[in-house]
């Protein structure tokens, strides 16, 4: 028979393996053309780390912006 002593249990394990993320987001346009010049620049690459936050890509926003100054052209024409 054995006494029951208090004390530390500690065990070092080694082990090999893949690791996969637990969430995957999927990017999609309504559109190939659209997809064409969508993404202006891309802030991370495969396999990096991301935090809840970071900016990932940028989109191309000229066509907008030539859409708005377009919309406003007319209103501004008519100050004059």
Do not use: C, H, W, Y
């Not at 620049?41 to 859409?67: E, F, N, P, Y």
């Amino acid at each position: 028979m054995e006494t029951v002593k208090r004390g530390d249990i500690s065990e070092v394990v080694q082990a090999s393996g893949n690791v996969q993320a637990s969430k995957r987001s999927s990017l999609s346009f309504s559109d190939a053309e659209e997809a064409k010049d969508a993404i202006s620049t891309i802030q991370v690459g495969v396999g990096d780390a991301v935090k809840a936050g970071q900016v990932l890509a940028t989109m191309d926003d000229s066509v907008a912006r030539i859409q708005v100054t377009n919309a406003e052209a007319p209103s501004i024409r008519q100050t004059f």
